[in-house]
């Protein structure tokens, strides 16, 4: 079935044409407030965002994390109680255990990292039979999102284009895709968990280092890669949040204008691209998704949008969808239990600057050009509808223990 965004384009969604105002209201007044909130991954940006949202709305929120030196999200003001839990990469069971016995105290669990989500995902039923809530996708579709490969076959399968994929089991497979892809191309771990941005993937323009780069990611991203047909283009985010009941609750669209080298946004703008945000939806909808996600394309020369990949979770980006009015978080909490008739997609053009995606850019990256560019670009685009994620909400201690760790101490 095709679908289009007509029936969402940004004309129809003022907030006085939604019901969602009136629902949003209704469960405030219903006391949802009081709710506590339990969100892991301390250590990421977007626990802190999401932690900032929440907070500010007034809910108790704790974050968690599997060790305090990294997890900034310990050091907002915005937080009632910070806990730890062991390392779900190294014990998943004692993960698991450490976070049934927080679910007796939290009304709501926020996942945040797939390290967290994948655990808790398979065991989902198990823990909301403590009485909490785990606000995030379930496991057989976020076990496709994870898997580019998967992830590909069913995109192509609701009618969403992809860069051509082949699947590098064996050295052996690299002459086939140098053939049929031809170069340059993209060679790509097929499951990106807990492996660095930066170490995900290569660009290869001649075939001297092939093999090299795909002994490398082989070795990292386990028994099987993919290689991609490369597409030079400007990179488009469509962002969703979907509740239990699958309704689409809101969705934002964002553009990268700096981006470090793995591939995150430093300085990236509001945007709208209806045939991208349509693409992603089709494919969501095919997945029967619920909670966030992100889907990320690249537009080709003729505008036609190709899918990179689903990131199941929130995004580095979020500052600046909650800056621009679409407060992902807050509706995640609000809405997961109510129908929703018509999705939010009004919001505001603005830019959002992120201070500590720059510095990992600084200590990534190997040339000074780039790096000089970046800030052309970004002293060339700051206006007065500029945001600084660090500075947002004045909650500037997180952002002060990042940039004092990292250039003074060397450990975050």
Not at 298 to 322: C, H, Q, T, Y
Not at 362 to 388: G, M, P, Q, Y
Request: net charge positive; glycine share 6%.
């Amino acid at each position: 079935m095709t679908m289009s965004l007509n029936e969402y384009s940004v004309e129809n969604l003022a907030l006085k044409e939604l019901g969602i105002r009136k629902l949003l209201k209704r469960a405030r007044s219903e006391a949802m407030r009081t709710l506590k909130v339990f969100i892991t991954d301390a250590r990421s940006r977007m626990c802190l965002t999401v932690a900032r949202s929440l907070g500010k709305a007034g809910y108790y929120v704790a974050v968690g994390d599997h060790e305090t030196r990294r997890s900034l999200s310990f050091y907002s003001k915005f937080i009632r109680q910070s806990l730890l839990y062991p390392n779900p990469l190294i014990s998943e069971g004692a993960f698991l255990k450490a976070v049934k016995r927080i679910a007796r105290h939290f009304d709501v669990i926020i996942p945040i990292l797939e390290k967290s989500m994948v655990p808790l995902a398979k065991n989902k039923e198990f823990l909301e039979g403590e009485g909490t809530r785990l606000l995030m996708p379930d496991a057989g579709p976020l076990e496709v999102a994870m898997d580019k490969y998967r992830l590909y076959i069913v995109a192509n399968s609701a009618g969403v284009p992809c860069p051509k994929t082949l699947l590098i089991e064996d050295l052996r497979d690299l002459r086939r895709a140098v053939k049929e892809i031809g170069l340059p191309l993209v060679l790509k771990v097929r499951r990106e968990m807990s492996i660095p941005p930066e170490k995900r993937f290569a660009i290869i323009k001649a075939p001297d280092n092939l093999y090299l780069q795909a002994k490398r990611l082989l070795r990292i991203g386990g028994d099987s890669i993919l290689a991609q047909e490369f597409i030079k283009g400007e990179k488009v985010g469509c962002f969703y949040l979907f509740n239990r009941h699958g309704d689409l609750v809101a969705y934002f669209c964002h553009h990268r204008l700096v981006e470090t080298p793995g591939g995150i946004s430093a300085f990236c703008e509001s945007y709208f691209h209806a045939e991208a945000l349509s693409n992603g939806l089709k494919l969501l909808k095919k997945l029967k998704w619920k909670g966030v996600a992100m889907a990320e394309f690249v537009i080709k020369e003729d505008g036609k949008p190709m899918l990179l990949e689903v990131n199941p979770r929130f995004w580095g980006s979020l500052p600046l969808a909650i800056a621009a009015g679409v407060d992902f978080p807050r509706l995640l909490v609000e809405t997961w239990d109510v129908k929703v008739n018509r999705p939010l997609g009004h919001y505001e053009h603005i830019r959002c600057l992120i201070l500590m995606a720059l510095l990992d850019m600084l200590a990534i990256s190997r040339s000074l050009k780039d790096v000089l560019s970046a800030f052309k670009v970004i002293l060339e685009n700051l206006s007065a509808n500029t945001r600084i994620f660090e500075l947002m909400e004045s909650d500037v201690a997180p952002f002060m223990i990042r940039a004092f760790g990292k250039t003074i101490l060397g450990w975050l």
